[in-house]
């Protein structure tokens, strides 16, 4: 085996334990046996635990930001919503090991590299769009980072739901979550009240 095939085996190997037991459950050790190598390997390679998780991890953000970004190049805003809730819900069943490592709290998961950074990045590109849309109809487009906030978490915590859920789709979930996002979007107020206090 190469160099480079070691490393890739290591890194197939480190995710997948990563993802089952997490940062701290996972050993050097541990990797080094599934991959039947000695440690000083891992070592060589990586630098140690940390340096496999972060390989890992840039990965997995790197793979997750590409789909959902692939997914906001073009169309209708209300395609562009299921074509986003539809990248990530491919992702979270496609690619369950590299999502499980994501989610999963770390204290080495920086800001730079969780899945909360992902879905800030998504968010920043969304509130472009939704900007340009609010404009165009009328509404404040000072507003568009709040909404593209509110809808980027809504997916993500329905995405981190999902797997475990019994029943729904992955079709049917993303037609859901287009229903709420897009109805509620369509019939904005373009001066939105309270009606249990009063606005300053």
Request: glycine share 8%.
């Given at each position: ?40 390997v891992v070592y060589e390679h990586f630098g140690g635990k940390e340096g496999l998780y972060a390989v890992v991890v840039d990965r997995e953000v790197r793979a997750l930001l ?68 609010f404009a165009s109809r009328g509404l404040e487009p000072g507003f568009a980072e709040l909404y593209s906030q509110a809808l980027v978490g809504m997916v993500a915590l329905v ?42």
């Amino acid at each position: 085996m190469s160099a480079t095939q070691r490393r890739e085996q290591l890194i197939t190997i480190g995710r997948r334990l990563f993802a089952e037991r997490g940062f701290e459950a996972t050993s050097v050790e541990e990797v080094a046996t599934r991959a039947e190598v000695s440690k000083p390997v891992v070592y060589e390679h990586f630098g140690g635990k940390e340096g496999l998780y972060a390989v890992v991890v840039d990965r997995e953000v790197r793979a997750l930001l590409d789909r959902i970004v692939a997914a906001l190049t073009a169309g209708h805003p209300r395609e562009l919503l299921e074509q986003a809730a539809l990248a990530l819900l491919d992702y979270i069943e496609e690619e369950p090991h590299g999502f499980r490592v994501l989610v999963r709290q770390s204290p080495l998961l920086q800001q730079a590299g969780s899945f909360s950074s992902v879905m800030s990045d998504v968010a920043h590109r969304v509130e472009h769009i939704l900007g340009a849309e609010f404009a165009s109809r009328g509404l404040e487009p000072g507003f568009a980072e709040l909404y593209s906030q509110a809808l980027v978490g809504m997916v993500a915590l329905v995405g981190q739901w999902w797997p475990e859920a019994p029943g729904p789709r992955k079709e049917e979930v993303a037609a859901q979550l287009v229903n709420l996002a897009w109805n509620g979007l369509s019939h904005l107020e373009a001066r939105p009240t309270l009606l249990t206090r009063e606005m300053p």
